[in-house]
């Protein structure tokens, strides 16, 4: 029982060490999403448990509205249950979601009925993300620091989609993948405010080395982790 998910990352290049996050932290709720990057082809997104994300720049542009619309066009005008009605209300929704600078991902989806093919469309981290500073302070280069910090931002916010795909709803537990993050940008995560809360202050090179092997370490989890699998179960051939 396999999820196959493929990321558009054309428009916001990412590393590859993302797709291995994502794996691992459904790995260790007995789900296996096999990640890679790339696009399916219009046949393969009629298979349930087929799921494209497409990456979009935090700016959520003209040029990043088109990619939304044809990302979700691809999949709402496909037979069966498709059509290009349904297609032009879950564009005007799409777009409508993803121009409040406070929303960070979307799933363009066809659930309850049909979870398991929605495309979910992310945007890049906003400039004024609050976490970009930790990031920014916990690396002595900026390489690193948005290596770090991409990691941590695209890893969150890619597993919380599919979590949407997989049937999942928002939850009031911060720590949970399922959060409904983020209640305003300029917020510090709860998993970061520990950590802040935690570090050494009184030497940058501690505080540094503690901020960077807790951020890798204390991960969110599910609450719910039963109903994606029985989604999945009953959705995946
Ligand atoms: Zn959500």
Redesign the pocket.
């Known amino acids: 029982m396999t999820v196959y998910v493929r990321i558009d990352d054309l428009a916001q290049p990412l590393d590859s060490s993302i797709l291995a996050e994502v794996t691992d932290i459904y790995a260790g709720i007995g789900i296996t999403v096999d990640t890679q990057f790339g696009s399916f082809l219009k046949e393969e997104l009629k298979i349930e448990g087929n799921i494209q994300i497409t990456i979009l720049s935090s700016r959520f542009d003209a040029d990043d509205q088109k990619l939304a619309e044809s990302a979700v066009r691809e999949l709402w005008e496909t037979p069966p249950g498709g059509s290009s009605a349904a297609a032009d209300n879950v564009v005007a929704n799409t777009i409508s979601n993803l121009s409040n600078p406070d929303v960070w ?3 363009a989806g066809l659930a309850p009925a049909d979870p398991l093919r929605s495309p979910i469309l992310i945007k890049a981290p906003p400039d004024n993300w609050a976490e970009n500073d930790v990031f920014t302070r916990a690396y002595d280069n900026s390489v690193e620091a948005n290596k770090a910090r991409d990691l941590y931002y695209y890893s969150n916010v890619i597993v ?2 599919l ?2 795909t997989f049937g999942l ?2 939850n009031n537990d911060p720590l949970d993948f ?1 959060y ?2 983020p209640p305003g940008q300029q917020q510090i995560d709860k998993i970061m405010e520990k950590i802040l809360d935690d570090a050494p202050k009184d030497d940058l090179v501690r505080w540094q080395e503690f901020v960077r092997t807790e951020v890798a370490s204390r991960k969110r989890y599910f609450s719910d982790a039963a109903t994606a699998r029985d989604t999945i179960s009953k959705f995946v051939k």
């Open positions: 991902g979307y799933t919380h989609e979590g949407h709803n928002h399922m409904n993050l």
